[in-house]
């Protein structure tokens, strides 16, 4: 990637970046054009090529792009300092859709890149989001006190399942081609809710 593109203003920058969210979020990669980004961005595909080698490029650095800031945004948000799951997820919750407000494609565009299975990208893929994934369910998984939750709970597979209803959530979503971010806080404070009213220990 041509260092040249983090010299740019902050705003040219959001642009190429929002401009690449909107595109690849609308199509699989092998679909996406990229001269549809340069003009979505207003400027020339030559000039997109100067910041970028390729279309792979291009898409592995707006993936990384989303992981880095989702991942900055979690730690700003003081989530994982929370001594209590629920409050460590909402709290990432607030900060997620603080992100998708000023980059609106990016939650569509996750959730296209994590089921992308072109042989171009996938594998790459798939590697950062163990990485990003692992990263995150260790941090969470230590602020677990067995106390707070029903005796005998698997706690692993409580936060495994609590994934995959997250994930089933964003695909839904994708699969109507939008993300309605005040929705989605609504929604997963009632998904919270009902969470803390199977897993948690009831009092007496």
């Known amino acids: 990637m041509n260092e040249k593109f983090f ?9 190429i ?18 001269n549809e980004v340069a003009q979505e961005a207003g400027i020339s595909k030559s000039l997109l090529f100067h ?28 989530c994982y300092e929370q001594k209590d799951l629920f409050d460590t997820l909402y709290i990432g919750v ?17 959730v296209k890149a ?6 171009e990208v996938c594998l790459e893929i798939q ?14 998984l230590l602020n677990l006190d067995p106390a707070q939750f029903i005796p005998g709970l698997d706690l692993e597979m409580m936060y495994r399942e609590m994934c995959w209803s997250t994930e089933g959530y964003l695909w839904e979503w994708a699969q109507r081609g939008n993300l309605d971010v005040d929705r989605m806080e609504r929604d997963f404070r009632k998904l919270i809710d009902f969470w803390k009213s199977v897993y948690l220990r009831k009092e007496g």
Not at 114 to 119: N, R, V
Request: aromatic share 16%; net charge positive; charged share 25%.
């Open 114 to 119: 994590y089921y992308e299975k072109d042989p």
């Open 51 to 78: 910041y970028f080698h390729n279309k792979k490029e291009l898409y592995l650095f707006l993936w990384e792009t989303c992981a880095q800031m989702t991942m900055e945004a979690l730690r700003k948000s003081g």
């Open 94 to 110: 607030l900060a997620k859709a603080r992100i998708m407000r000023q980059y609106p494609e990016l939650g569509l565009f996750a």
């Open 17 to 34: 970046i929002n401009a690449g969210f909107r595109v690849f979020s609308k199509n699989s990669y092998r679909k996406s054009p990229v």
């Open 127 to 140: 590697r950062s989001v163990g990485k990003y994934t692992n990263f995150q369910a260790n941090t969470e």
């Open 7 to 15: 010299s740019l203003p902050a705003e040219k920058q959001q642009r």
